[in-house]
């Protein structure tokens, strides 16, 4: 049981460059979230789904898509990537079953630079 | 005002030592609160999870939740250095309402 993992680790992007942040749980959430940490300042809402089709903006969703087909998958996409979205950025999942949408399990990170 | 206060530290004790974590919250409809810790380079990890008011105890980690003043704590008891890191504490209104302090970065000395 892998849990929530996520890839790259560590990525460098140029501005106005794209790319996916990939994420997949295999604890059968319907739940999934994605965050970013910026230094001092905690963990942001980006965006958020409830099963495979449904997602929803966070507090901080410009900038970013997601998109959820499947239940164990929930990519992040940067379209134009800006230097303001220099950050970590988390991926989480947790079951509905669970009073109140359950606690949150994240995966590991992965590290943008925006260059 | 943001949802969530919480001072940053760093927080530096020496091994043994009681630890007392606090953050304040501004939304008295917040019913679940929760303490996370995240090491260096690493992803947040649940630690406690409370309902409304009260303590929780597991074991070294004590959780206190006081709604009639918005304040949340996390003591560690006999603290030791693998408890070193920055401890997160978060409140939940619902299942896409999640706000986290900012983090307090704990040291623990041999």
């Known amino acids: 049981n892998a849990g929530v993992t996520q890839t790259p680790k560590f990525r460098i992007l140029k501005i106005g460059q794209s790319m996916t942040l990939q994420c997949t749980q295999d604890?059968?959430?319907?739940?999934m979230y994605w965050y970013r940490q910026d230094p001092g300042m905690g963990l942001k809402l980006i965006y958020y789904?409830?099963?495979?089709?449904?997602?929803d903006k966070g507090e901080v969703p410009n900038g970013y898509n997601v998109s959820r087909s499947t239940t164990e998958d929930f990519p992040l996409r940067l379209e134009l990537a800006a230097p303001s979205q220099t950050s970590v950025y988390f991926c989480?999942?947790?079951?509905?079953?669970?009073?109140?949408?359950?606690?949150?399990?994240f995966g590991p990170g992965t590290r943008l630079l925006v260059l | 005002q943001k949802e969530v206060e919480q001072d940053p530290g760093p927080l530096s004790v020496p091994e043994g030592a009681i630890v007392s974590l606090n953050c304040t919250y501004s939304?008295?409809?917040?019913?679940?609160f929760m303490w996370y810790r995240q090491y260096s380079r690493k992803g947040p990890e649940l630690l406690m999870y409370?309902?409304?008011?009260g303590n929780k105890e597991d074991g070294r980690f004590t959780a206190q939740v006081d709604k009639s003043s918005k304040y949340i704590s996390l003591f560690i008891r006999d603290s030791q250095p693998s408890d070193s890191a920055t401890y997160l504490c978060?409140?939940?209104?619902?299942?896409?309402?999640?706000?986290f302090g900012s983090g307090t970065k704990l040291n623990v000395k041999p």
């Open positions: 978060a409140t939940q209104y619902n299942f896409n309402k999640f706000y």
């Open positions: 604890m059968n959430h319907n739940y």
């Open positions: 789904s409830v099963g495979a089709g449904i997602t």
């Open positions: 989480a999942s947790s079951s509905s079953r669970e009073v109140g949408g359950g606690t949150q399990y």
């Open positions: 939304n008295s409809a917040f019913q679940y």
């Open positions: 409370t309902y409304s008011s």
